[in-house]
């Protein structure tokens, strides 16, 4: 068996983070908790951040993502459309939100954003759990039962 190319591993990355994200999608809506929809809205938020900044563009604040599976859509094509067009070693020049200039590379970039979003999704589990609530198995392992079922 050949080895995966880093393009490779980075969109199966990206689909698991959209499949993580869209387990979340149903309970976030449902249950209206609204300390667990300003994280999650975070996740959305800052995933947009950083792929527009892939495209060249620094957004000066937050932007207002929309809790639907149409967001989720969007920004997972917009990651592997990233993947499909700069290489893993390229920089990229962005600012931060309070502009300050950085450089990162798109590797670097596209790791933190999924991690980002694991990370946060760990804190909604955790809201979740303490008010009894149900919430879905999102690890990666689920994913990769999932994917290799199909």
Same mark, same amino acid.
């Given at each position: ?5 880093? $393009? ?7 689909? /698991? ?5 869209? *387990? ?20 959305? %938020?800052?995933? $947009? !951040?950083?792929?527009?900044? @892939?495209?060249?563009?620094? @957004? ?8 639907? @599976?149409?967001?989720?859509?969007? @920004?997972?094509? =917009? ?8 290489? /893993?070693?390229?920089? !990229?020049?962005? =600012?931060?939100?309070?502009? $300050?200039? /950085?450089? =990162?590379?798109?590797?670097?970039? *596209?790791?933190? %954003? ?6 946060? =999704?760990?804190?909604?589990? $955790? !809201? ?11 690890? /990666? !392992?689920?994913? *990769?039962?999932?994917?290799?079922? *199909?």
């Amino acid at each position: 068996m050949e080895s995966p190319t880093w $393009q490779a591993i980075l969109k199966e990355n990206f689909h /698991y983070d959209h499949f993580a994200n869209s *387990a979340w999608l149903s309970p976030i809506l449902a249950e209206e908790n609204e300390e667990a929809t300003k994280v999650f809205k975070h996740i959305l %938020a800052a995933s $947009q !951040i950083w792929v527009t900044r @892939l495209d060249g563009v620094s @957004l000066s604040k937050m932007p207002d993502v929309a809790v639907s @599976l149409e967001s989720l859509d969007s @920004l997972r094509d =917009r990651w592997l459309a990233a993947a499909n067009r700069i290489d /893993y070693l390229t920089p !990229i020049d962005y =600012r931060n939100t309070m502009g $300050q200039p /950085y450089t =990162r590379t798109f590797g670097d970039i *596209a790791r933190h %954003a999924m991690n980002h979003g694991t990370y946060h =999704r760990g804190q909604i589990r $955790q !809201i979740f759990g303490s008010q009894g609530l149900e919430f879905p198995e999102t690890d /990666y !392992i689920s994913f *990769a039962f999932k994917r290799d079922e *199909a």
